[in-house]
């Protein structure tokens, strides 16, 4: 299955950024969906999110 892509989705910069995935009913989950979905998530469970590095403490 061919990966979806979205406007702005840049084939060969994977790391470090969010991308679209598919859904099993077959739609497209969109990355920054994904993106706010997983830093929830570690949030909740043990980590500090911070909006840049300028926000982590010295």
């Known amino acids: 299955m061919p990966q979806p892509r979205l406007r702005g989705d840049r ?15 077959g739609s497209v989950i969109a990355a920054a969906a994904l993106q706010s979905a997983a830093l929830a ?13 300028a926000a982590i403490p010295d």
């Open 41 to 53: 998530t570690l949030a909740d469970l043990f980590a500090v999110v911070v909006a840049n590095g």
């Open 11 to 25: 084939p060969g910069r994977r790391y470090g950024r969010a991308r679209a995935l598919p859904a099993p009913d």
